[in-house]
C-alpha cells in the first residue's frame, strides 16, 4: 500500500481542468466494507465526499459491509457460507444484514459526511422504489460429471430495476445519496444484494460520468504483479480468460464493465485505504487505481 503525503488544498490549486470536467457531474463511488478501516477512516472519506459536493460535483455513496456483518454474525454465533463470494442469506440472516447495512453502516457513513459539513441521507434500496431486487441463483458444475447443479442462496438478490428518482431528488437539493445494498421483491421481501453489483447499477441508472470502487488492493495487477494504470473491457475480459484475474476482483471488474456499457465514462478500482483516495482519482493527472473504459 503506497501513502505517498498528498496536499488536498495544493492539489486543488492545479485541478482547475478536472474541476471543470467534473462540475456538475454524477460520480458514484463504491465503498467496500474493507476499505472502510476504523472510525477515523470514514470520517477522512467522510471529508473527501463533502468536499466534492462543495466544489459542484456531485457524489453518489453506495456502501458495502460484508466484514461488519461477519463481525454481528460472529457476536451471534452464526456462521455464514459464500458461494462465488455471495453470501447465502436465510430468513433471519436477512434480518441482521438489513440492521447492520441499512442500520449502523448506512447511518455511520451518512454521520461523517454530515459531520463534515455536507448534508447527506442514507437509504437503503427499499427506500422511494429505488431497487427492485429479483432473486439470484448460481449454477455450479461438478468438474467430474459436468453435472450443473443450481444452488438456492435465499435472500440473495440483484436488482431488477433501479428508479433513480429519489437519489435525484437527493442530489437536487445538495444533500449526498449513501446507499445501503438491499432491496425488494416483487413478494415484499427483502433481498441481500453485493455492493459492487448496487454500486454498478445505480451509475448505470444515473449515467454517471465516473463509478469509483473503492477497495483494498491497490488496483487490477498484471500476471507480473504491477498495477496497471488503464485498461479497456475487452483487455479485462483477456485477464479474467487467461486467469491473472480471479476470485474477488471478477464480480468488481465485471461490474464496472456493466457500468461503462451503459454509458458511464470511465469506472476506477483503487485503494479506499490510501489517504484521500477518491481526490487523487478525480484531481490528478496520475489518478489511483485501474481506469476500466469502454
Ligand atoms: N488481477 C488481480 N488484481 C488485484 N486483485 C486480484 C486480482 N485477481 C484476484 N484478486 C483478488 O481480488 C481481491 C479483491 O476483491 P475482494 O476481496 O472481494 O474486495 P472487496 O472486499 O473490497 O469487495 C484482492 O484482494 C485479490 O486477492
Ligand atoms: C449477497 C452478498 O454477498 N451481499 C453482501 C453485501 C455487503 C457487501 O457486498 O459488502 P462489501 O462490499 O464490503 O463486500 C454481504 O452479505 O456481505
Redesign the pocket.
Known sequence: MTDTPFDPMQQLAGALPFLKRYDDQIIVVKY????MGDEAGALRFGRDIALLEQVGVNPVVVH?G??QINAMLKRLNVQSNFVQ?LRVTDAQMVDVVEMVLAGTVNKQVAAAITRAGVTAVGISGKDGDLIRARKLTRTIRDPGSNIEQVLDLGFVGEPESVNPRVLRLLIGADIVPVVAPVGVGADGHTYNIN??TVAGAVAGALEAERLL???????????DGKL?PEMTVAQVRA?IEAG?????????VETCIYAVERGVKGAV?LD?RVSHAVLRELFTDAGAG?LIRP
Open positions: 467496500g466494507g474493507h476499505a458495502g460484508g466484514p463470494g455492493a459492487d470502487m473503492l477497495t483494498d488492493v491497490a488496483g487490477v495487477l498484471g500476471a496497471i485477464g491473472w484475474i480471479s476470485g474477488g476482483m471478477i464480480p468488481k478500482i479506499g485501474t
